[in-house]
């Protein structure tokens, strides 16, 4: 079973919205703290916007008003709704798992958001 799996990529005009969604696995998803990172062609993974352990949600500064996270726990799925989106966000989202009080981290293979100019 693949422990997460993302949909909601695609293709999108700048200033355009998309809406990210990772499904997890319930013992995943019930003792992880939840997040998104993206890869940019040439450039390192980073950090888009997560859940801390406490519930707390952080956010890169280039994605702050522009990005949102949510979770649905009943569902087991974790949400990235991006709206006024910019050429300099297209990469291959990933979402993330990190086990809470652990160094166990789950990946999904990602998905690739395309923002045109």
């Known amino acids: 079973q693949v422990p997460l799996v993302e949909s909601g990529g695609g293709l999108v005009q700048a200033g355009g919205s998309l809406r990210l969604s990772c499904a997890a696995s319930?013992?995943?998803?019930?003792?992880?703290?939840m997040g998104w990172y993206r890869q940019a062609p040439g450039k390192q993974r980073e950090l888009v916007a997560a859940f801390t352990s406490g519930g707390a949600t952080n956010a890169a500064d280039s994605v702050k008003g522009r990005f949102t996270i949510s979770r649905d726990n009943a569902k087991n799925t974790v949400y990235l709704q991006m709206n006024s989106l910019k050429p300099e966000d297209t990469a291959v989202y990933y979402c993330?798992?990190?086990?809470?009080?652990?160094?166990?981290?789950?990946w999904g293979k990602g998905t690739l958001v395309t923002v045109s100019s």
């Open positions: 993330n798992a990190r086990v809470v009080g652990s160094v166990v981290n789950y």
């Open positions: 319930r013992s995943i998803f019930s003792v992880s703290a």
